[in-house]
């Protein structure tokens, strides 16, 4: 009995009734109470509080009626609206300007640029928006691509990479690894170490999981030294590694060290 009645009491008070606009200046925005007159936000949606803002705020405004009440309320109404689109769009602006900042960098470290080319991305990105879109000029303008910025961008890139991969590599149920061990131009041994793990979902990744340069020797010991410390990094234990693949070098397969 308690509890209907309670619940008959929120369902009444606690929705936006459409004359407090006219009664007490009020609107609805994003769920709560807002007054037209000052902005001032209330936190429970009930006609009581409501009523007192304005009693205690606005009452003088208990003077306007008719058709001038209307009028005054529509002007508030529409000066809110616009003041709401203009803390909305810029702010909506600088992420784009930011995800813009990142997308780019992304692209010149992929494509293995030097960070210092942003500075030159960033002339021609601008000259191209002068002539197709000189309204957005300022937004194209505002894209910052130093190297430095460069830099940063895809150090957080590569931290989120890391981050993802290890996220998800703690719901691996099993994994293996596929090792590949070749030397690079600057005559240093890389060991390429991807690994393909299986949720409890059945949903499988495969992902590079490390590439360790080999300073020095590259004997069996140091190549099994780098996969510990790689899977480390991940935090993979040896008790889910299912298999482990390799080239089929002596150094690989140890037929000198077991
Ligand atoms: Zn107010």
């Keep these: 009995m308690a509890t209907a009645k309670k619940r008959k009491v929120d369902a009444e008070c606690r929705a936006f009734q459409e004359k407090w606009t006219n009664d007490y200046f009020f609107v609805e925005v994003k769920g709560k109470p807002v007054c037209l007159v000052c902005g001032d936000a209330l936190a429970v949606m009930k006609k009581a509080n409501v009523e007192r803002h304005y009693s205690s705020k606005h009452a003088k405004l208990s003077d306007l009626g008719g058709q001038m009440r209307l009028d005054k309320i529509n002007a508030l109404r529409r000066c809110l609206e616009s003041q709401q689109a203009s803390f909305t ?22 494509k293995l640029k030097p960070h210092i080319e942003g500075e030159f991305v960033k002339e021609c990105i601008v000259k191209a928006a002068e002539l ?13 691509l130093s190297r430095r910025t460069v830099s940063d961008r895809i150090t957080d890139l590569a931290q989120d990479i890391h981050k993802t991969l290890k996220d998800s590599a703690r719901d691996f149920q099993f994994f293996s690894v596929a090792c590949d061990e070749t030397t690079d131009i600057t005559n240093t041994a890389q060991l390429a170490i991807f690994v393909r793990g299986i949720t409890a979902e059945f949903d499988t990744r495969e992902e590079l999981l490390s590439l360790e340069a080999m300073h020095g020797t590259t004997t069996g010991e140091d190549l099994f030294e780098s996969l510990v410390s790689s899977m480390n990094k991940l935090e993979l234990t040896f008790e889910k590694l299912s298999g482990l693949t390799t080239d089929g070098a002596p150094a690989m397969v140890g037929s000198q060290k077991g």
């Design 89 to 110: 769009r810029p702010r909506c602006d600088r992420d784009n300007v930011i995800q813009t900042s990142y997308a780019l960098s992304d692209l010149i470290a992929k």
């Design 132 to 144: 197709l879109a000189p309204d957005k000029l300022q937004l194209f303008q505002s894209v910052s």
